[in-house]
């Protein structure tokens, strides 16, 4: 099983919602990473984690929050965002260690914010 | 920091047609790894081909290949007998990685159109 599963795959929400995005890899990838992606814009990282801690934050607003409950498990906790936060999420996966270190997309969840 | 540079904002081949994307990158380090992922609008990041820094020998995936060069710092994909389904954004990236995790840096891409 070489996946990245992403849900929901659309997503809309008012600015005074609460949602969360997630992300499941069953490769036993010990990396994950969020990335955000405009039209027509290459992907930006937002967070990664390895070994389920949190090891890099892109200087990323306090109305995106990350989790990582197990190895297999990602979420995106969203609230109280703001229009221009409308992109694709992409999560993505990757195994540790510099060896084979080929990243895996998940096909995204496309979130309007109204 | 690492920088990844894709000149061509768009580019346009015939079916059963050769196309080049150019990529250029810039680093200190030695040890990296070079790749080309493919976007169609279904939106997934497939990766087309990768290539290690510390191999003098191109890669080569059935019609994709690509021209490695170094010293230049410049990393270019070719696509043979171009097809409808290789319409696609196109990002070259660059991956650094230590003991825990790798990061990528992308180019901004290029969006190559194929004509029947």
């Known amino acids: 099983d070489t996946e990245v599963t992403q849900t929901p795959k659309h997503l809309v929400m008012g600015m005074t919602n609460k949602k969360s995005l997630k992300c499941e890899q069953h490769m036993g990838h010990r990396a994950m990473y969020w990335y955000k992606q405009k039209a027509k814009k290459p992907p930006e990282l937002m967070f990664v984690y390895s070994y389920e801690k949190l090891s890099i934050n892109e200087s990323v607003p306090s109305r995106f929050s990350p989790e990582c409950p197990n190895s297999s498990l990602l979420n995106l906790h969203l609230h109280a965002l703001q229009p221009e936060d409308s992109a694709l999420y992409l999560c993505a996966s990757s195994s540790q260690g510099y060896v084979n270190t080929e990243a895996f997309f998940g096909q995204g969840t496309r979130l309007t914010v109204v | ?116």
């Open chain 2, 1 to 116: 920091a690492q920088t990844v540079t894709q000149s061509q904002p768009e580019m346009s081949v015939q079916e059963a047609e050769t196309v080049t994307l150019s990529c250029t990158y810039d680093t200190s380090e030695s040890d990296y790894y070079l790749f080309w992922y493919k976007q169609p609008p279904s939106r997934q990041m497939i990766l087309v081909i990768r290539q290690e820094a510390y191999k003098q020998q191109n890669a080569t995936e059935n019609r994709f290949s690509v021209n490695f060069q170094k010293a230049a710092k410049s990393f270019s994909l070719k696509i043979s007998d171009s097809q409808l389904g290789d319409a696609a954004m196109y990002f070259c990236a660059y991956l650094y990685g230590n003991s825990g995790y790798s990061t990528l840096t992308f180019g901004k891409g290029t969006m190559l159109l194929v004509s029947p």
